[in-house]
Each structure stands twice: as C-alpha cells, then as structure tokens.
C-alpha cells in the first residue's frame, strides 16, 4: 500500500502503518518467504519491524483493515470501548475491496504457494482500496 500511495503521489494525504493484534512477534522481522516474494515484486520489507495494535490507532487512525474475522474479533477486543476517542477508526476487512478472493486472507505460513497467492490478494485489495480512497468511497 505504501508503494501504491507513493506512485499516486498522495503520501500527504494517506499514512500507511502495519501492526499486528498479538504482541508475541513485537519487533519481529518479516518471514524470509515474506521478504523474498515482496523482493520478486520490488518491495523491499527487510527493515520492516512488527508492533502490536495500540489502543491510541483507534483514536489516530481513520481505517484500520483485517486480515481475516480473528483479526476483526482480536481489534474489537483491543479496542477502548466507552471513550468516544478511540471510535474514530472504522475496521473493515481488506478483502472487503477485494471479494472475488473469498472474505478472509489465509495464513501463508504453512503453503509453499501462500506467500504468493496472499500477495496477490493483498496487492489487488489495496489497489481497489486506494481507488476508493481517491473517490471518496470507503463506507
């Protein structure tokens, strides 16, 4: 998404971050698979580091988007509820800008194919997702 918000110019406009909703791998590089399929796309994710979803994202973030309905359970759970501060951000799934892949991404973790074919979900949802985002269609 970063690299798409890049290409479009719009890196005033947008902020793109990545966190997790498990705190066990915080500070965790990316899966090698992960860093070698993003490298056979020209996406460098090496330095990438992870962090957990904090409960200040709902309050700073517009759109904060799910891998998968676990996801979308484990934010609901970290989300302050009863302050109207940390209601700001909508959680959708990503998919939801891509459903012809189902509703969920799967975990690649255990496919000799997945890192690929989850890349190609991800890439196509955020393509659809930055589309919407510059006609103003996110719901």
């Not at 709902?58 to 302050?80: C, G, H, T, V």
């Not at 109207?84 to 000799?112: C, H, M, T, W």
Request: hydrophobic share 40%.
């Amino acid at each position: 998404m970063r690299k798409l918000v890049k290409e479009a110019g719009m890196e005033d406009e947008i902020f793109v971050d990545s966190a997790g909703t498990s705190s066990y791998h915080n500070g965790d590089c990316p899966d090698l698979r992960a860093v070698v399929c993003a490298a056979s796309h020209h996406l460098d994710i090496s330095k990438l580091r992870s962090r957990a979803v904090r409960a200040e994202d709902f309050a700073e973030f517009d759109l904060i988007l799910a891998m998968d309905s676990q996801n979308i359970w484990n934010l609901d759970m970290k989300r302050p509820h009863g302050d109207e501060r940390y209601q700001k951000a909508k959680v959708l799934k990503l998919l939801s800008f891509a459903p012809e892949f189902g509703e969920n991404i799967p975990d690649p973790y255990y496919d000799s194919n997945g890192f690929e074919a989850v890349y190609t979900m991800i890439e196509t949802a955020c393509q659809n997702l930055l589309s919407a985002l510059k006609n103003g269609q996110i719901p």
